[in-house]
């Protein structure tokens, strides 16, 4: 069984500043993959970035960033000079290839 | 750029009604998904579709549950005597040969 954890249920950040949002997870499987996926209020689920388990390099995406650290299983997302866009909850998830399991989510707060 | 559809975008059923949830995922994919969010909670798996049969599915999706793909194009979710529970936003994803799955605006269902 997979299993994904986000231990911030909320997180805040000053407009301009970085933020670092934790996720966790544990799979049997040796290919796999991550993401990170935003949740405006609209509710829809909106793709942030991914990550190839097979790659060693941590995958960015402008002002997006991941930590992957594959042995200690984590996954963190970092958002420099965050925006008051940026303001979501975000949701870590990992596939093996059929059904995404999600985190419980951490809902970001961008301060003016 | 392609996207995956679903209507209605609300629907407010009565306790023991049939609900019909429509999904038009990406014409060239070949993997189709239902997710269910109830509200504050994360999102969960509920069933995963190809070449025309379930191929997964979870605990959560019992008999009251049911896909079909009628068409070339429509990707279906019927409950067939909804229950409070049953409220939440459902998500239809698709994908074509990778592990990215995209979503669409899902469907809040409603039930009084």
């Known amino acids: 069984a997979q299993t994904v954890t986000q231990s911030q249920p909320e997180m805040s950040v000053q407009e301009a500043e970085t933020v670092t949002l934790s996720c966790t997870y544990d799979t049997s499987e040796s290919d796999y993959y991550l993401f990170w996926y935003k949740q405006p209020p609209s509710r829809q689920m909106i793709l942030v970035i991914r990550q190839e388990a097979y790659k060693q390099q941590n995958a960015t995406e402008n002002r997006f960033s991941v930590n992957f650290q594959k042995a200690a299983k984590s996954f963190s997302l970092k958002i420099s000079d965050s925006q008051l866009g940026d303001a979501a909850m975000y949701f870590c998830a990992l596939t093996s290839g059929s059904r995404l399991t999600f985190g419980e989510g951490t809902q970001l707060t961008v301060n003016p | 750029e392609p996207e995956v559809t679903q209507t209605p975008s609300h629907q407010v059923t009565q306790m023991g009604q049939e609900v019909i949830l429509r999904c038009v995922p990406i014409s060239n994919h070949l993997y189709f998904y239902w997710y269910r969010q109830i509200l504050g909670q994360k999102v969960e798996f509920l069933v995963s579709?190809?070449?025309?049969?379930?191929?997964?599915k979870s605990e959560i999706f019992d008999d009251q549950f049911s896909v079909e793909r009628p068409d070339g194009s429509n990707f279906t979710l019927k409950i067939r005597s909804t229950k409070l529970e049953d409220s939440a936003m459902y998500f239809c994803?698709?994908?074509?040969?990778?592990?990215?799955?995209?979503f669409g605006p899902g469907t809040r269902l409603t039930v009084t």
């Open positions: 579709f190809y070449n025309n049969e379930i191929s997964e």
């Open positions: 994803a698709s994908k074509k040969e990778s592990y990215e799955q995209y």
